[in-house]
């Protein structure tokens, strides 16, 4: 049961071939076996799942199922849960008890779904490879020796290592897609305030989107039309219309312009990653879609105009951890100030201190305008480029990563070079467009991820370009590490 897809599933559902009880058990039986192989959880509530899971079957039972119903789903640990622990994989939050869901959660509850577990992330969701986590790396199911990327690592293994049929996940500038391409799964990042961050702990709030992860992008299309829609709590979310966006995965790709930035295609990027992504074009072009070279000329000045807006919302919203209303307060403060000081030395990990002393620095007096002003000029830049490439293309493409995966702390001592590891994913995030990544063949027996971007609530067409794809492709069947899944 676990090897099929979450389409595959809701038909074994509501055909009555299987129960969502059975099946809640087997991904339990699963996650809690292999977890501590992989560290993918944080937490694993068996519990409460068993009991959703019935109710799921009394909904198919009664015929007022919906396509989710009965289908076990793991959430990032950045959304809150009622009543279950949200760490956001930190020493701070560690004993905290989010008292409501998340919308994300409520919609997918709403939906009949399954919660198994909270998945293990970056802490604060600041990392691009799962090692800041304050439980310990999660490890990338096709090599345990590699990361399985981040911050949304742990959602992607556990889906990559058919733990669970899908997770969701947080996107800041990469963080649902580049963990995606590391293990070989379909993850996709929503246009910005498509998903309702309500309920979301906030990183940076001008970048951050919730997003579905799993194996296909018929999966994530069922798992966005759950997910998405208007929320009167969460000023950034769009009033608009959510589309049905399974209806386009089958209309043939003729007349689609596909766009190539030669930015994406230098010599930063690995050979063999390449030749696997000069494969799927020439197999998107056989399929009816139009290439063409485009320049996205401000891609190049991404990474810094990023981590300087990224750094500066993370410095803002993580003041409030003061160690006074809650989360990790240190033991016998001497006075107010050594309470403040120590709670937060104490209760965040170094690469979240780096960020937010980053961000202090740059929204400090005398240099708000020599960095926080002149990157989010650059961001406008960005987005203008993006704009321009869409009068002439419909779906832009690229690889998702520069690289496989890298081994365990390759990069730990070396910021920046991780942050490269961004280079092309960040770009959508700094102009709110909406990206997929999908898996496009292997390199040394690691899995490549292909990205894809469209305009502005063009998710319906970024998934037909996608699920065409795939239709003609088997790179998505392959389920990490044999011995995982026998």
């Not at 493409?397 to 490269?420: C, I, Q, R, S």
């Not at 795939?470 to 011995?483: C, L, M, N, S, Y």
Request: one cysteine or more; glycine letters at 8%.
């Amino acid at each position: 049961m676990y090897q099929h897809t979450l389409a595959e599933l809701s038909g074994l559902l509501h055909n009555k071939k299987i129960s969502s009880e059975e099946l809640t058990r087997t991904f339990i039986e699963r996650s809690e076996s292999f977890n501590k192989e992989l560290n993918c959880y944080i937490s694993i509530t068996s519990e409460l799942a068993m009991k959703q899971a019935r109710a799921a079957d009394r909904r198919i039972q009664s015929a007022t199922a919906g396509p989710l119903t009965g289908i076990p789903v793991a959430h990032k640990d950045i959304f809150c849960t009622r009543d279950i622990k949200t760490s956001c994989a930190s020493r701070m939050l560690d004993n905290f008890i989010a008292p409501y869901d998340a919308t994300v959660v409520e919609k997918l509850n709403a939906a009949g779904m399954v919660t198994l577990g909270k998945t293990n992330m970056d802490e604060f969701a600041m990392g691009s490879s799962n090692e800041t986590s304050f439980y310990g790396a999660t490890l990338n199911p096709w090599d345990k020796l590699r990361v399985p990327g981040g911050s949304s690592g742990g959602s992607a293994s556990a889906v990559a290592a058919r733990l669970i049929p899908a997770a969701t996940g947080t996107d800041t500038g990469g963080s649902i897609r580049q963990p995606a391409a590391f293990c070989g799964i379909t993850g996709l990042k929503p246009t910005y305030g498509r998903v309702s961050r309500y309920g979301m702990i906030a990183y940076a709030s001008s970048l951050d989107q919730g997003g579905p992860l799993a194996q296909t992008a018929e999966d994530t299309a069922l798992l966005l039309s759950a997910m998405a829609g208007f929320d009167a709590r969460d000023s950034t979310s769009v009033d608009r219309a959510v589309d049905d966006y399974t209806a386009e995965l089958n209309t043939p790709l003729d007349g689609v312009t596909i766009g190539l930035p030669k930015e994406y295609f230098s010599e930063k990027l690995d050979n063999q990653i390449g030749d696997k992504i000069a494969a799927a074009i020439k197999l998107l072009e056989r399929s009816g879609a139009r290439i063409r070279e485009i320049e996205l000329p401000s891609t190049q000045l991404s990474i810094p105009a990023y981590y300087v807006v990224a750094s500066a919302e993370c410095s803002s919203n993580l003041e409030r951890y003061d160690g006074v209303r809650y989360g990790y307060r240190c033991e016998q403060p001497g006075d107010l100030a050594d309470l403040y000081c120590r709670s937060r030395a104490e209760g965040f990990g170094r690469e979240v201190k780096r960020r937010i002393m980053i961000g202090t620095y740059v929204l400090s007096s005398g240099y708000y305008d020599a960095y926080y002003l002149k990157a989010q000029k650059v961001r406008r830049l960005i987005r203008d480029d993006f704009q321009n490439a869409f009068k002439d293309v419909d779906i832009i493409l690229g690889p998702t990563t520069p690289t496989t995966a890298f081994k365990l702390n390759e990069h730990m001592d070396n910021p920046v070079d991780m942050y490269l590891s961004d280079i092309f994913t960040v770009p959508a995030n700094l102009a709110g467009l909406p990206g997929i990544s999908i898996p496009a063949g292997f390199a040394d027996g690691l899995p490549v991820g292909m990205q894809l971007i469209a305009n502005y609530f063009q998710e319906a067409k970024l998934l037909n370009v996608a699920h065409q794809y795939q239709q003609q492709t088997e790179w998505h069947k392959h389920a990490a590490r044999e011995d995982l899944i026998s």
